[in-house]
């Protein structure tokens, strides 16, 4: 029988004994997750295409395990998963957050950027689930999250791509989270808007002559975030994802929270 909510509601965000695996964990909302998910009780690994040596001396203090993965290849994800999961003896957690950008219009995108941006958003996505899964059915169940985008929620005109790759996500979070809920798997999503102390915000910012003022564009779209005078941080999504992760969750399967300041509401009230 499961235990009573009410006797146990203080240490539901207790991870304790639980491992858990995070991709693109090296930088932004994956290494805040790290850092966090880790602080709870988990035993944590995360993959990432460009390791940070700068994450070394925390990351051992916490006893964070690092990999390189290219999570495009599916050789390196299934190594990364199932490293993790034989080195702890169980899995418990995913949390797909790798992903990247892609900007540009129809006439502008190459068949190479459609399948790099599916394939890091979306296909890595899907098979990072299918090799944690034998792992989680083994434990009795697990927690996965996807880190999706408000993009995902409402299309953007300037990244079609991307905004598909993230809808698409979406619609396999719901399908994956009804078919693997006998299992007691519980599939859901984070979608986050404009997140500072990122490699996205940072490279797009970059890109602009005056990259404050474009900043500033950004934290106005958002109601929130302009009533705030900031951006979203990394350490706001990670506290999302470990509700997901954590018995505080146990019946939320198949949802996606926006955490975008409500910029996915719709055209925000003028000042």
């Not at 994956?30 to 990432?48: F, M």
């Not at 989680?136 to 299309?155: D, E, F, K, Q, W």
């Not at 078919?179 to 797009?204: F, Q, W, Y």
């Amino acid at each position: 029988m499961t235990a009573n909510p009410k006797a146990t509601s203080r240490f539901m965000c207790d991870l304790s004994g639980r491992a858990a695996v995070i991709t693109g964990g090296a930088s932004g909302i994956g290494r805040a997750t790290a850092l966090l998910l880790a602080e709870s009780g988990a035993s944590v690994t995360i993959g990432d295409l460009r390791l940070d040596p700068a994450n070394d001396a925390q990351f051992a203090v916490l006893g964070i395990g690092q990999q390189q993965c290219d999570v495009r290849d599916l050789g390196h994800l299934r190594q990364l998963i199932d490293g993790a999961a034989d080195k702890a003896g169980r899995l418990d957690i995913l949390v797909n957050n790798a992903g990247i950008v892609m900007v540009g219009q129809i006439d502008d995108i190459k068949e190479t950027d459609w399948d790099r941006c599916l394939d890091t958003n979306l296909k890595a996505a899907f098979f990072g689930v299918k090799y944690a899964v034998p792992h989680m059915r083994r434990c009795g169940g697990g927690a996965i999250v996807n880190t999706s985008s408000n993009a995902g929620i409402l299309p953007r005109a300037h990244d079609p791509v991307y905004s598909i790759s993230k809808l698409a996500l979406n619609g396999l979070t719901r399908s994956l989270g009804l078919s693997l809920g006998p299992d007691k798997i519980r599939v859901n999503a984070v979608c986050p808007g404009p997140v500072d102390e990122t490699h996205i915000m940072d490279d797009g910012l970059a890109e602009h002559a005056d990259a404050h003022a474009a900043a500033q564009q950004v934290i106005e779209a958002s109601p929130i975030a302009r009533a705030h005078g900031r951006m979203i941080s990394p350490e706001e999504v990670a506290q999302s994802i470990l509700y997901l992760v954590s018995d505080a969750s146990l019946m939320v399967t198949g949802t996606m929270i926006a955490i975008d300041g409500g910029k996915s509401l719709g055209v925000p009230p003028l000042v």
